[in-house]
């Protein structure tokens, strides 16, 4: 098969692979109609994240159809359309039970191999899901590909992430980047009733879409972002802020702009070793810190609804769509944000 494969700091292949095929009783093998570059995507190709061996095909979110099935597999027969979390998950293990299935005891992260041991992505024509029954979800008819692939990632984490801050009408909410997670963090905020709602990034063309979507942009190169939310909020500052880029300028951003007692909800990946603020800071704000992965498999039946409702014109965020055989050029322009793009599909 061809797929999308990483060989070194902004060094991808389109090459010929060989096919995945039934490793274990629980496996299935998808057939990919589409697959998305994420932001997450990018601390592989530059490199952020080491240990990756190379030749791994890159890509954890995908839509596609199932033509093999492993005998085991209950949930799911040759023809289904189904859709994916970024990791994979088993349903029964403490984790799964609670809800965190992101941290699933035998669950693995799409796209990483690292000596010899790991999980092939899905930027490519074919992926192994293993424990399927526990990961994939059926596409409902309802839903269309595009909006699946959104479901399996980052409508999700933008849910979790509002989830995190405990929004109510009369609070004061600030959302830290306007990517495509940010837009979707705008998304679940409304829904879970935000009625003030600002978000933050200085890509005039991404503020405007925030604007559409429902939020009221500030631009932190042109405009005191901080004494914005402090004059909204009579000195004190957000009763919460969405930390959504994974940065250590936005980090210290969100703290600066959530008042004492306040939360901070982080769920872009950081790579840096400490935290932007200092344990004292922390104390003496009362500050509530969530940090982490999001466990999508939870959320998906939680953020179904929300998608078949059409409420919201989610798949405007799609800015771009190549062939898999174009990935590599794909890539470049998602990395330097080239002709104002903000989320890429692949057709596999």
């Not at 479901?151 to 109510?168: K, P, R, V, W």
């Not at 802020?241 to 969100?254: H, N």
């Amino acid at each position: 098969m061809r797929a999308l494969t990483f060989h070194g700091k902004e060094n991808l292949h389109y090459e010929t692979v060989a096919d995945p095929g039934i490793v274990q009783p629980t496996d299935v093998i998808v057939k990919v109609d589409i697959a998305a570059i994420c932001g997450s995507d990018l601390h592989i190709y530059r490199a952020h994240e080491q240990g990756l061996d190379a030749g791994t095909v890159m890509g954890h979110e995908f839509v596609g159809e199932v033509v093999e099935v492993g005998r085991e597999v209950k949930r799911f027969q040759k023809g289904d359309k189904v859709l994916s979390p970024f990791t994979t998950n088993c349903g029964h293990c403490y984790y799964c039970r609670i809800g965190l299935t992101c941290r699933c005891e035998n669950g693995q992260l799409y796209g990483w191999v690292a000596q010899g041991e790991g999980l092939h992505g899905g930027q490519a024509e074919y992926i192994r899901v293993p424990i399927a029954d526990g990961t994939l979800r059926k596409l409902n008819d309802l839903v269309t590909p595009q909006e699946g692939l959104l479901m399996g990632d980052i409508l999700s984490t933008g849910y979790f992430c509002a989830e995190n801050c405990q929004i109510h009408p009369e609070g004061v909410y600030v959302i830290v980047g306007c990517g495509p997670v940010g837009m979707m963090t705008i998304v679940a905020a409304l829904e879970q009733g935000a009625q003030q709602l600002y978000v933050v990034d200085a890509v005039p063309e991404r503020l405007q879409m925030a604007e559409k979507f429902g939020a009221k942009p500030l631009n932190y190169k042109t405009q005191n972002v901080v004494e914005i939310i402090k004059e909204a909020t009579s000195g004190r500052g957000a009763d919460a802020v969405m930390e959504v880029v994974g940065s250590t300028p936005a980090q210290r951003l969100a703290m600066d702009l959530v008042r004492p007692g306040g939360i901070i909800s982080t769920v872009g990946v950081h790579t840096s070793p400490h935290f932007a603020f200092s344990p004292v800071e922390a104390y003496d704000k009362n500050l509530q810190f969530m940090i982490g992965r999001c466990p999508v498999g939870h959320y998906l039946p939680i953020v179904e609804p929300l998608v078949m409702s059409k409420k919201y014109p989610i798949t405007d965020i799609i800015t771009h769509e190549f062939a898999l055989s174009e990935g590599v050029e794909a890539y470049d322009i998602f990395d330097k944000k080239k002709d104002n793009c903000m989320k890429i599909v692949l057709q596999c």
